[in-house]
Structures are given as structure tokens and as C-alpha cells.
Nanobody, 114 residues
Framework: QVQLVESGGGLVQPGGSLRLSCAAS????????MSWYRQAAGKARELVAA????????SYADSVKGRFTISRDNAKNTVYLEMNSLKPEDSAVYYC???????WGQGTQVTVSS
């Protein structure tokens, strides 16, 4: 069965950086596009970034373009989200998802605050 385990969140000051990881198992990882979503308290879950199965194409929400980078290592069945120049409005629980599948991990909390 599909398993997704997110990690790497934490408390960081505005302007700081974090690198999130999502370890996947239970499916042929390289055959699926992967995405990162986030959900802030009291708000709907929103798409942050996505990457194709081979990693050749990426897309980003306008709010994170130029600050976040999605990447993947198919040998490790892991997708990453490098987050730079973090802002308080980036605070949320971050989730990864294999595009087209309903499974979600437990998420990892990111809090940007001074």
C-alpha cells in the first residue's frame, strides 16, 4: 500500500530556510508525478509544487515561485521541497502526494516566526 512519510519541518525565523523530505513506498515511485501541498490553520489545502516522474518538469504556486524548489531522487524514492526566504505566511502543515492517488502522509509542521 502507498505510504508517504514527510519530515524536515520545524520553527524557523523569517528569511530562513528549511528542506522537507517525503519518503514514499508501496508503489513504483518513478512512474508518478509528485506534489507538495500545504494547509494553514483554518484554510483549505493548497498545491505548492509538483514534479514529473522523471523530474524533468516542475511547477509552482505563484506565492512560492523563486523561493521554493521541488526535486526528487528516484533511487531513494524521495521527493524534496527546498524552502528559502521563508515568510510567516508560509506557516502550515506540509504534505506530499503521489499525483492521482488519494493517500496522504501525516504531514510536517512548518512555522515561520520571530
Amino acid at each position: 500500500q502507498v505510504q508517504l512519510v514527510e519530515s524536515g519541518g520545524g520553527l524557523v525565523q523569517p528569511g530562513g530556510s528549511l528542506r522537507l523530505s517525503c519518503a514514499a513506498s508501496g508503489f513504483t515511485f518513478s512512474q508518478y508525478a509528485m506534489s507538495w501541498y500545504r494547509q494553514a490553520a483554518g484554510k483549505a489545502r493548497e498545491l505548492v509544487a509538483a514534479i514529473t516522474g522523471a523530474g524533468g518538469s516542475t511547477s509552482y504556486a505563484d506565492s512560492v515561485k523563486g523561493r521554493f524548489t521541488i526535486s526528487r531522487d528516484n533511487a531513494k524514492n524521495t521527493v524534496y521541497l527546498e524552502m528559502n526566504s521563508l515568510k510567516p505566511e508560509d506557516s502550515a502543515v506540509y504534505y506530499c502526494n503521489a499525483v492521482g492517488t488519494p493517500q496522504w502522509g501525516q504531514g510536517t509542521q512548518v512555522t515561520v516566526s520571530s
